[in-house]
C-alpha cells in the first residue's frame, strides 16, 4: 500500500510511541488508532504496559470500549471472554472448550524515558535495536517533560528529512545562517550535528543543534548556545495519510525556577512557531524521488541511504 502523494509504504519498521508513562493508570483499557488498526492498551496490576489488537476474535468487540482489567488480563466486554497478559484466550465463562487459536495479537511494548512504545515491522519481525535510555529524562539538573502535540498530514520520511535540509532553516525558520552539517548514520542511528549562529537581545551567538534518529520514530534533539534544551521527538503513523507527533521538552536548570522557566517558555514558543511554518510545507508538497540538489544542500543523500533499511517487502 502506498498513499497518493508518496511511493514508499506509510508505515516504515521501528519503535513507535503510543503513549506518555503518565497517561496509563493500572486498570482500564484505552484504545488506540496506529498503523491503520484499531489497538487496546492497559496496564497490568504488575504495572506493565500492554498493547494488542482490539478486537476479541470471538464475535469482533472492541476490547478499549468496555474491556475489564483482571490482574493482568483483559476481559471482553461482549460475551465475557478472556485474554492473559500474552494475548492468549484463558477463560469462557460460559464454555467447556477454549478454541486453541483463540488469541490476541500481542505487540513488543517497551517503556523508557517516560513514554510507551510498540516495535512495528511489516513482516512481522523481531526488534532490530533498541531505544536508549535518555540521561537527562528525570535528573535533577533537568525540568520534567513540557509536551507538544500535532496531527499532520504528512510521512515520517519526509518530516525527518528536515533534520538534514539545511537550507530551510534559513529562508523557513529565518536563522542568521545556513547552518552547517554533518551527517553520519550507524545502523538505525542518524546522527546530525548542525552549527550555526543565533540572534539573541545581546548579540549573535554560537549555537547548534545535535540530533539523533533511531529509526523514524524517535529522536533526540539537543539544542546548545542561550540554554541546553533537550527535545525528545516521536513521529507514529495512524494511517496512509497522518501521524501524530508528539515532542516532549526538557531544559537544563539556570538560576532558580522562575528564570528556568522564562528561558524554557521562550524556546518552547520558537520551537512552536517553527512547527507552525513547517507543517503548511510538508502537508502540501509532494515527494520526489530524484530531487534537484545543488552543493549548499546539505547531507540529505546520506539521509535517504539510511532510509531505505526501513522499509521491507511485506510493506
Same mark, same amino acid.
Given at each position: 500500500?502506498?498513499?497518493?502523494?508518496?511511493?514508499?509504504?506509510?508505515?516504515?519498521?521501528?519503535?513507535?510511541?503510543?503513549?506518555?508513562?503518565?497517561?496509563?493508570?493500572?486498570?482500564?483499557?484505552?484504545?488506540?488508532?496506529?498503523?491503520?488498526?484499531?489497538?487496546?492498551?492497559?496496564?497490568?496490576?504488575?504495572?506493565?504496559?500492554? $498493547?494488542?489488537?482490539?478486537?476479541?476474535?470471538?464475535?469482533?468487540?472492541?476490547?478499549?470500549?468496555?474491556?475489564?482489567?483482571?490482574?493482568?488480563?483483559?476481559?471482553?466486554?461482549?460475551?465475557?471472554?478472556?485474554?492473559?497478559?500474552?494475548?492468549?484466550?484463558?477463560?469462557?465463562?460460559?464454555?467447556?472448550?477454549?478454541?486453541?487459536?483463540?488469541?490476541?495479537?500481542?505487540?513488543?511494548?517497551?517503556?523508557?524515558?517516560?513514554?510507551?512504545? $510498540?516495535?512495528?515491522?511489516?513482516?512481522?519481525?523481531?526488534?532490530?535495536?533498541?531505544?536508549?535510555?535518555?540521561?537527562?529524562?528525570?535528573?535533577? %539538573?533537568?525540568?520534567?517533560?513540557?509536551?507538544?502535540?500535532?496531527?499532520?498530514?504528512?510521512?515520517?520520511?519526509?518530516?525527518?528529512?528536515?533534520?538534514?535540509?539545511?537550507?530551510?532553516?534559513?529562508?523557513?525558520?529565518?536563522?542568521?545562517?545556513?547552518?552547517?552539517?554533518?551527517?553520519?548514520?550507524?545502523?538505525?542511528?542518524?546522527?546530525?550535528?548542525?552549527?550555526?549562529?543565533?540572534?539573541?537581545?545581546?548579540?549573535?551567538?554560537?549555537?547548534?543543534?545535535?540530533?539523533?534518529?533511531?529509526?523514524?520514530?524517535?529522536?533526540?534533539?539537543?539544542?546548545?548556545?542561550?540554554? %541546553?534544551?533537550?527535545? $525528545?521527538?516521536?513521529?507514529?503513523?495512524?494511517?496512509?495519510?497522518?501521524?501524530?507527533?508528539?515532542?516532549?521538552?526538557?531544559?537544563?536548570?539556570?538560576?532558580?525556577?522562575?528564570?528556568?522557566?522564562?528561558?524554557?517558555?521562550?524556546?518552547?514558543?520558537?520551537?512552536?512557531?517553527?512547527?507552525?511554518?513547517?507543517?503548511?510545507?510538508?502537508?502540501?508538497? $509532494?515527494?520526489?524521488?530524484?530531487?534537484?540538489?545543488?552543493?549548499?544542500?546539505?547531507?540529505?543523500?546520506?539521509?535517504?541511504?539510511?532510509?531505505?533499511?526501513?522499509?521491507?517487502?511485506?510493506?
Amino acid at each position: 500500500m502506498t498513499t497518493s502523494r508518496y511511493p514508499m509504504p506509510p508505515y516504515p519498521n521501528g519503535w513507535y510511541q503510543v503513549a506518555y508513562t503518565d497517561e496509563l493508570e493500572v486498570g482500564s483499557p484505552q484504545p488506540l488508532h496506529y498503523f491503520g488498526r484499531e489497538l487496546v492498551i492497559y496496564r497490568g496490576e504488575d504495572r506493565r504496559a500492554r $498493547v494488542f489488537d482490539a478486537f476479541c476474535p470471538h464475535l469482533g468487540a472492541h476490547l478499549g470500549f468496555g474491556g475489564k482489567i483482571e490482574g493482568n488480563d483483559i476481559r471482553c466486554p461482549f460475551h465475557g471472554w478472556r485474554y492473559d497478559g500474552e494475548g492468549k484466550c484463558n477463560e469462557i465463562p460460559y464454555g467447556k472448550r477454549i478454541p486453541p487459536s483463540a488469541r490476541l495479537r500481542a505487540w513488543e511494548v517497551i517503556e523508557k524515558n517516560g513514554l510507551i512504545m $510498540v516495535w512495528h515491522h511489516a513482516g512481522g519481525s523481531a526488534p532490530e535495536w533498541e531505544i536508549p535510555d535518555v540521561p537527562e529524562y528525570g535528573h535533577e %539538573d533537568w525540568t520534567p517533560y513540557v509536551k507538544r502535540r500535532w496531527k499532520i498530514k504528512a510521512h515520517n520520511q519526509e518530516m525527518a528529512e528536515n533534520s538534514v535540509d539545511i537550507a530551510h532553516f534559513r529562508y523557513v525558520h529565518g536563522t542568521l545562517t545556513v547552518p552547517e552539517s554533518v551527517a553520519t548514520a550507524e545502523g538505525a542511528c542518524l546522527h546530525v550535528d548542525s552549527k550555526m549562529k543565533l540572534g539573541t537581545p545581546i548579540g549573535e551567538v554560537e549555537g547548534g543543534i545535535e540530533s539523533k534518529a533511531y529509526g523514524f520514530g524517535f529522536s533526540t534533539v539537543r539544542f546548545r548556545g542561550i540554554v %541546553d534544551t533537550l527535545l $525528545v521527538t516521536s513521529v507514529t503513523p495512524i494511517d496512509g495519510q497522518y501521524v501524530d507527533v508528539r515532542f516532549s521538552f526538557s531544559v537544563k536548570k539556570i538560576g532558580d525556577a522562575g528564570t528556568t522557566r522564562g528561558v524554557g517558555k521562550a524556546l518552547i514558543a520558537d520551537i512552536d512557531k517553527q512547527m507552525s511554518e513547517d507543517i503548511p510545507i510538508w502537508e502540501n508538497k $509532494v515527494f520526489l524521488e530524484r530531487p534537484m540538489l545543488c552543493d549548499g544542500d546539505g547531507p540529505i543523500g546520506v539521509f535517504r541511504s539510511w532510509c531505505k533499511q526501513f522499509y521491507s517487502a511485506a510493506a
